[in-house]
């Protein structure tokens, strides 16, 4: 069968109706499947669908709902998006979308697949206030890029990979996924760019091209330099520490003798996480990868002739509206706005 040109399962069940849990259970697991094999979503989202799913279900369960059919479901989809924002520890209303989001698509390949009627059509999205993607200061910038120099790490190597992988995010706007997916030969510093082939979306992800300048060329030189010198390979650009059995941790194995470590593998998304925990630690200052990554586009909204076009491609967005969402007026240039009003005679 080609990926191509999908076949959905079949339902085994009546299309204008589905007894809860089994019937919907079973034909949740067919989307599930269909959407890694034919849609090509990535385990990510897969994992949001499931999750999203198993919350559904418990609710029907708490709430005695025994079938799903056309003329009721649309109701119960609302009571449970009601039910979940006025518990005692209401969800968001950005967890509110999320849920909405992510259950329509399964009933859309219901409605495909077994001709049953997506409720969606008549279910309002969730509404979520309009806030401002977060980006750092200037100087929080500045301050953590040296806590990750300054971190006690065990290594040189260590230090130069946590330095490079912030940096990523900060100078060419690199998402988590998108650090941790670049091979060796993706970084390409003669050409001072690097090939993003794994970016958000769906089927692997769109591809883009990021651009180094001479700073962010320093840093990953630097970790080039750390690298080669530990005797690290992997095809991936980032090589996880493994140490050889009986060497001790990571860490300790690199600092005592370079040969007695094992590679080959590239960083796992626990320990970029934790990379991230300890420069925040050092740094004083509360941030995420993400953040570092809003940084990048407001900074570069906030250079003279640099086009919104520019921006988009850059980040890799796909709908220009995110990238005037994230163009945001720091608080330094607001009071400059406000201090050009002058009222008093001259």
């Known amino acids: ?38 849609r090509h979503v990535s385990p990510a989202t897969a994992k949001w669908y499931a999750d999203t799913f198993r ?26 998006l009601a039910a979940a924002q006025d518990r005692p520890r209401p969800i968001s209303p950005f967890t509110a979308k999320s849920y909405w989001q992510a259950l329509r698509a399964f009933f859309a390949y219901l409605e495909a697949t077994d001709g049953f009627p997506n409720p969606f059509r008549t279910v309002e999205v969730p509404i979520t206030p309009d806030v401002l993607p977060k980006a750092l200061e200037y ?57 993003i082939k794994h970016g958000k ?46 060497g001790g941790t990571a860490g300790a194995a690199l600092r005592r003798n370079p040969a007695s470590k094992h590679s080959g593998h590239g960083v796992q998304v626990k320990t970029f996480n934790r990379i991230v925990a300890r420069v925040r630690e050092t740094a004083g200052i509360h941030f995420s990868l993400h953040m570092l990554r809003h940084s990048f586009v407001s900074m570069l909204a906030r250079q003279p002739g640099v086009s919104v076009q520019h921006i988009r491609e850059l980040a890799g967005h796909r709908d220009l509206k995110t990238t005037e969402r994230y163009m945001r007026l720091f608080e330094e240039d607001k009071l400059r706005a406000v201090e050009t009003l002058s009222f008093t005679a001259h």
């Open 1 to 38: 069968m080609s990926p191509r040109s999908p076949v959905p399962e079949a339902a085994t069940a009546s299309t204008q109706r589905y007894a809860v849990p089994h019937d919907l259970r079973e034909r949740f697991a067919a989307f599930h499947r269909d959407s890694l094999r034919y």
């Open 55 to 80: 919350t559904f279900l418990k609710y029907l369960a708490a709430a005695g709902v025994r079938v799903l059919d056309p003329d009721s479901t649309p109701a119960v989809i609302r009571e449970w």
């Open 139 to 195: 100087d929080d910038c500045v301050r953590i890029l040296a806590a990750a120099r300054n971190t006690p790490w065990v290594s040189r190597y260590e230090r130069a990979r946590a330095l490079a992988m912030l940096a990523l995010a900060l100078y060419a706007g690199l998402r988590r996924k998108e650090i941790l997916g670049l091979e060796f030969t993706d970084v390409q510093i003669a050409a001072k760019r690097v090939v």
């Open 201 to 246: 979306g769906r089927a692997g992800g769109s591809q883009r091209i990021g651009y180094l300048n001479s700073e962010l060329v320093d840093i990953l030189v630097e970790y080039l330099d750390a690298r080669k010198e530990a005797r690290l390979t992997s095809v991936e650009f980032f090589t996880a520490i493994i140490p050889r059995r009986g």
